[in-house]
C-alpha cells in the first residue's frame, strides 16, 4: 500500500521514517523561530592544541634530559669513586710497605730469592728484580732512578748481580744487563733489557701501581 501525500507518495512501512523526518525538520524550524540555540561542545582551538601538546612534549623532554643528567651524575660518581677507591688502595700499599722494602735489596743466594718470591706472593705484590754486575756501567747509571721508583711503588725491588747468583740469570735467560723482570702471583708480567729512565719508569708504573 502506497499513500501520496502531494507530489510525494510513500510506501506504507516508509511513513514512520518520514514522519520522523519531518517533524525533525519542523521541529529545527521551531527552535530557530523561538530563538532556541543547540549546546554545541566545546572546541579547542588549533592554536591552543598545538601549544597544549608543546608542552607536553617538552615536558617529556625535560624529564628525559633530567633522568639522562642524574645517570651521568651517577655515573661520574661512580668513576670518581672508582678512581678514589684505586688511588687509595695505592697509598694503602705504600703506607703498608716495610722499611725494609723501601730500598732495593740484594738477592744472596737462590733461597734467598725464593723466600722473597714467596713474600711477594704472599702479600698480593709484585716482585721486581733487576739483574746487574759490578762492570755493567749501563747498570750504575740506572741505579739511582730504580732505588727511587722502589722506595716509591709497592712491590719488592730486588737486585741480583749475575756472576753471584748465576743460577737465577739462566733460569730467567738473562743474556744483556741491565735486564728488569717483573713477577706478580709468580706470573712473569715484564722482562726486558731497560736502559731509560723513562722507559722504566713507564714499565714499573704500570706493573707495580
Known sequence: MI????????????????????LSKAWAKIKSWLGIETAAAPETPAEEQKETTSNVLHSDKDDKGTR??????????????????????????RARKPDKFKAVVQVESVKHFQDLMREATDKGWPLVVKFTAVWCKPCKAIQPHYQ???????GIFLQV???????????????????????????RLFSSVVISQEELTSVLQQHCS
Open 68 to 93: 639522562k643528567t642524574a645517570i651521568e651524575a651517577s655515573s661520574g660518581d661512580a668513576t670518581e669513586e672508582a678512581a678514589s677507591k684505586a688511588a687509595s688502595d695505592t697509598d694503602g700499599l
Open 148 to 154: 727511587q721508583l722502589a722506595a716509591k711503588l709497592p
Open 3 to 22: 499513500i501520496c501525500i502531494g507530489p510525494v507518495c510513500i510506501p506504507l512501512w516508509g511513513l514512520f521514517p518520514f514522519l520522523l523526518v519531518l
Open 161 to 187: 748481580d749475575v756472576d753471584e747468583v748465576d743460577e737465577l740469570a739462566d733460569r730467567y735467560r738473562v743474556n744483556a744487563l741491565p735486564t728488569f723482570l717483573v713477577v706478580k702471583d709468580r706470573k
